[in-house]
């Protein structure tokens, strides 16, 4: 009579898993890659996710060892505390790295594991990383967020703080590529533009800008990218001078933001906005538009009165 196997139950875990652990988009892929492998061969497995990244999902702490014939560990270095007890923890497991990096082969937490699938290890050939061949994602709208917590000449009428955490609250909520941005310059700190060109050229390659702020407004529709304008001061002040003087809808009040006209005018500018801001952006350069400059050489004619 023929011996029937056991079943195979997996645990797939990986630095994504542990509480003291991080998640980088890097891991995460290599993880949808093992994934892929494992559901097109029919094999069933579970993923283990840090409490402080994916709060609802399974926990190591939640895990009954006992439960699983095999642990599989993807991605990252092959190193520390973290991973030794791992092998402590499900030392009745086979237990298997896959698109690891090996410092060194004898350490405690590379040697523990019955076999290493390894992505880079001393004497021997480097082989593409897991996140190479992950399935397929689909492009998310990237953001540029400009805001601003100073302004304090507004005094009391400053809602700057609140328009700043309903704004970042909402986006982080939101399935997009976020990328905080600043209109000043700086010669000297490499985070921030050092040129109005440098700036402009990100601004041109967003889908959208969301911003509390006059020129995150303006640059951002010089650059043909609509924007999402707030006012961050009561009954209205700078920001909905100018979303009035270019002719662009998408301005909500201090008073009136929520999620509500946030979502309605995110998804304005990712459909007919893109259409207005360049629209806009041709008046700009066309010059159709009036502004104070216009009338600078007529005021200087103007003599100081004697005395």
């Not at 079943?7 to 652990?21: D, E, N, P, Q």
């Not at 492998?37 to 999902?57: E, I, K, N, Q, T």
């Not at 360049?278 to 005395?307: I, N």
């Amino acid at each position: 009579m023929r011996q029937r196997l056991p079943r195979r139950r997996i645990l797939v875990a990986g630095w994504f898993s542990f509480l003291h652990g991080e998640a980088t988009a890097g891991d995460v892929l290599a993880l949808r890659r093992v994934e892929d492998v494992l559901r097109r061969a029919g094999v069933s497995y579970d993923v283990v996710w840090s409490p402080g990244f994916r709060a609802g999902a399974l926990h190591l702490e939640e895990v009954r060892p006992e439960d699983y014939t095999h642990l599989v560990f993807v991605c990252g270095p092959l190193h520390g505390a973290q991973v030794e007890a791992l092998h402590r923890r499900f030392a009745h497991c086979a237990r298997i790295a896959v698109g690891t990096s090996v410092l060194d082969p004898d350490d405690p937490a590379v040697a523990g594991f019955h076999r290493v699938l390894a992505r880079d290890a001393p004497a021997a050939p480097p082989v593409e990383d897991l996140s190479a061949r992950a399935p397929a994602v689909p492009v998310r709208p990237v953001a540029g967020v400009i805001l601003t917590h100073g302004q304090y000449e507004y005094g009391p009428q400053r809602r700057h703080d609140e328009v700043a955490r309903t704004v970042t609250h909402w986006l982080a909520e939101r399935d997009c590529a976020r990328l905080e941005l600043d209109t000043r310059l700086d010669t000297h700190d490499w985070r921030l533009s050092a040129t109005p060109a440098q700036l402009l050229s990100v601004l041109a390659r967003l889908d959208l800008v969301v911003t509390d702020r006059l020129h995150g407004l303006v640059l951002a529709l010089r650059a043909g990218t609509p924007a999402i304008a707030v006012d961050p001061v009561a009954g209205g002040a700078k920001v909905t001078a100018q979303a009035r003087a270019c002719g662009w809808p998408a301005l909500i009040p201090a008073e009136r933001l929520d999620g509500r006209l946030l979502e309605r005018w995110w998804e304005w500018c990712l459909t007919s906005g893109r259409v207005a801001a360049r629209q806009v952006r041709a008046e700009f350069l066309e010059g159709s538009l009036p502004d104070s400059a216009d009338g600078l050489l007529e005021a200087l004619e103007v003599q100081r009165s004697p005395g």
